[in-house]
């Protein structure tokens, strides 16, 4: 059984930073793209990054500077980099891998304030 295990998140003030982590564990293999959504409340789920296993970025317009993303395809691993945090950063934030299956971690609530 295939898990993603988030961890990271929490309450910082605007201008503050944060790490994501998500380690994949059991059997997952030919993973293609890692990456890291957001959803916040009454919106709907958006790409916040992801990397390929050839290390092809991308992010979205509004994190581009501020975010990075990383991965440790050794350690079936995934990270996010945020920094210089704003108030509509605020989501929780959910951890995806892509093999020939899609897999969703559990999510992480990432609060900014003011």
């Known amino acids: 059984q295939v898990q993603l295990v988030e961890s990271g998140g929490g309450l910082v003030q605007a201008g503050g930073s944060l790490r994501l982590s998500c380690a994949a564990s059991?059997?997952?293999?030919?993973?293609?793209?890692m990456g890291w959504y957001r959803q916040a409340p009454g919106k709907e789920r958006e790409l916040v990054a992801v990397i390929s296993s050839g290390g092809y970025t991308n992010y979205a317009d509004s994190v581009k500077g501020r975010f990075t993303i990383s991965r440790d395809m050794a350690k079936k691993a995934v990270y996010l980099q945020m920094n210089s945090l704003k108030p509509e950063d605020t989501a929780v934030y959910y951890c995806?891998?892509?093999?020939?299956?899609?897999?969703w971690g559990q999510g992480t609530q990432v609060t900014v304030s003011s």
């Open positions: 059991g059997s997952i293999f030919n993973i293609n793209v």
């Open positions: 995806n891998v892509q093999t020939p299956h899609n897999y």
